[in-house]
């Protein structure tokens, strides 16, 4: 199975369209150490032929256009796609917003959980993707489930799901109060363990995840692979840097550091190889000479950057 990171940013991507912040501006300039990133995506194949996405960013066009792999064959039809589904981990903009971009009456089928596809269900855009073309398929927790093509051909990826901390997609909360709850654990955010049929092995994906309780260290006790959350390096990032008003807590964001944050959380649990996405455009660990990039690395995670591939 290959799996690669199409897109390692969260919202926005680096540099974000108006951001002003100094990571952007150094991106920007070609700084070095600073390289830009498109919004949260990775994709899987069993077979080197045909493609899963895991979510579907608004870069998705430029992804595409950076990766061969999901590009038309060239001996393929005068339409084509060797992307066979897009599974859903929640409702984010910068997780949906790109299914718009595959609307060209291409097959391929949508997975999510029942409050995702009720999401899209509820947004008449996303009728463009007619789901006598497009599928739309119910990727229920805790249920290992084969992924299948529109025309319900086996991928050979395999997905098993499960509820995790989040919040519920920033379009769906009521009022804009930034230190309202809107905080939900049954469904509206997933991660995925992503495998190949027939393996035990695999790839857990989870770019949203706000904070580590016991059941997901247990589940995540002996992976090969975690792909985790690593929007924030502090909780009060975005205030500090004076872009938000918002914690990343309240963004349904684990940090990375503190006491609380994912690096200690997960420190005594039995992972392979550990590697942060969905990193915000304010993150410190994108300038890999800063401090915060060493103490990364020093507790033994990976900083996930567009076009990084794993193999197993």
Known sequence: MRVKIIGSAAGGGLPQWNCNYRLSRAARSGMLGVHSRTQSCVTASADGTGWVLFNASPDIRQQIAQTPELQPALDGPLRSTPIRAVVLTNADIDHV??????????????????????????????????????????????????IRDAEDGETGIVVDSFPVPGKVALYLEQGRDPGADFSSDTGHTIGVRITEAGSRGGVFYIPGCARIDVALRARLTHAACLLFDGTVYTDDEMIAARVGQKTGARMGHIAMSGEAGSIAGLADVKIGRRIFVHINNTNPVLDENSTERAAVKAAGWEVASDGMEIQF
């Open 97 to 146: 917003a790109g299914l718009l971009s595959l609307r060209e009456r291409q097959p391929f089928a949508i997975y999510g959980t029942a409050q995702v596809l009720a999401t899209l269900e509820a947004n008449a855009i996303f009728n463009v993707l007619d789901p006598a073309i497009v599928p739309r398929r119910l990727l229920a927790p805790t249920e290992e489930l084969p």
